[in-house]
């Protein structure tokens, strides 16, 4: 196997072949890939080629050449353009973290535990991306299996297999919550990180949307299961009654006769509606007039829309520094109460959590918040983020407010 020198040599080479690269990557679904085809994008250079096929940078088959799998692999994962369902990645990102926790427990040298907590970051971040281009991947294979497979049988079998991906799916994020939470909690006390924190934070928090999106996976998969199980029932139907129509013993041995008999439904098809104009004698007589008075009726209220329409804003109103007002990211503010008692928790296990109200009326917004808005935030966090916070039946009191305590889960 052909081993680059530098990253250099890596870049230099395929930037030399970057056209010819870019058009097998697009059609590497195809089986056959010609070799003059090759040949003629790199406009007739042979060696080129020839250095392409050494460096193991593509592959030669006869008269075909295909990408080498590494590099292939390489351009899928930077382009998020693999469909393939790995769960393997993230056990072994798992197991790789219970290793890497373990040589931080046992280390003493501190810049040598740095880099064992670096590592850790980096798999969590493994761990989170790989989860969520799963999860879009079998999305993405349940629908195609059902759409785009044309044998029963074998479809049937793509979503049994992919349930089963589906079930590895949720056991690899159970698990990952578990060591979070349970198994190396002692890790997590003495790597007080804030970066850490953070990524752990948003990592549960993808891990949430995984989990919920497992569900639509699951109830996908069981209806298509059922309309797979009506399509079969109608198609042996169909096949039956074409059998007896081949044999003509159709109307012998069914009761075709009886069901045509008493069965009157119409083929009902939309129309589109036709507009004609009214004539210039009808548009004279009485008759016509409540349609004239309703017409001049619909043209004022048209008339009436059109003069409360607000005017274009003159170029001194665009330039004021008070057209706008900087709105508040609850999803940063929710995060950064998450991580604060997170924080806490971590620093000292039996410290008492702060609640999210009084959180709410001490922070630090970028701009200046009032108490009536603070409450206000606090109810729309509260409603939004319902399924992230636990509600007691504890009530504080603050000022001339009474509020129910709310902590994170």
């Known amino acids: ?72 692999d390489f351009f899928e994962l930077l382009l998020e353009a693999n469909e393939e369902i790995n769960t393997a990645i993230i056990d072994e990102n798992i197991e790789y973290l219970h290793e890497l926790i373990d040589y931080y427990l046992k280390e003493r040298i501190p810049s040598r535990k740095e880099s064992y907590v670096r590592n ?37 079998a793509k979503l049994e297999n992919l349930d089963k991906k589906r079930i590895n799916i949720q056991r690899l994020i159970d698990t990952t919550e578990h060591l979070i939470l349970h198994e190396e909690r002692a890790f997590f006390m003495q790597a007080t990180d804030e970066e850490l924190t953070r990524i752990l934070l948003e990592l549960r928090r993808e891990l949430q949307l995984s989990a919920h999106s497992l569900i639509r996976a699951q109830q996908d998969i069981i209806n298509y299961l059922n309309q797979i199980k009506s399509q ?15 044999q003509f013993e159709l109307r012998a041995r069914s009761n075709l006769a009886e069901v045509v008999e008493r069965e009157h439904s119409l083929l009902m098809e939309g129309s589109a509606p036709g507009s004609f104009k009214l004539s210039i004698n009808y548009l004279s007589t009485d008759e016509a007039r409540p349609v004239i008075l309703k017409v001049m009726r619909n043209r004022q209220y048209r008339e009436a829309l059109r003069n409360n329409e607000a005017g274009a804003f003159s170029e001194e109103e665009l330039e004021a520094q008070a057209m706008y007002q900087e709105l508040i990211n609850l999803d940063t503010t929710v995060g950064d109460y998450f991580q604060a008692q997170a924080q806490a928790r971590w620093a000292d296990e039996s410290a008492p959590l702060e609640d999210l109200f009084s959180y709410l009326m001490k922070y630090s917004f970028q701009r200046e918040v009032s108490e009536k808005e603070r409450t206000t935030l606090f109810c729309q966090i509260v409603s939004l983020y319902e399924t992230q916070l636990r509600i007691t039946e504890e009530f504080g009191t603050y000022h001339e407010y009474e509020f129910a305590k709310v902590y994170p889960l």
């Open 1 to 72: 196997m052909y081993i680059f020198r530098s990253i250099q040599e890596i870049i230099n080479t395929v930037a030399a072949a970057k056209g010819l690269l870019t058009e097998m990557f697009e059609k590497r679904k195809i089986l056959s890939f010609r070799y003059s085809d090759a040949l003629s994008l790199l406009k007739d250079d042979e060696n080129r080629l020839k250095l392409l096929i050494e460096k193991e940078v593509i592959r030669q088959n006869g008269n075909y050449v295909e990408l080498d799998a590494r590099f292939l």
């Open 120 to 156: 850790i970051k980096i798999t969590f971040q493994k761990i989170a991306r790989t989860t969520i281009r799963n999860i879009m991947n079998l999305q993405n294979s349940i629908d195609n299996a059902f759409k785009h497979e044309p044998t029963y049988q074998i479809k049937i």
């Open 232 to 246: 079969i029932i109608l198609v042996e139907k169909i096949r039956k009654v074409k059998y007896l129509q081949d």
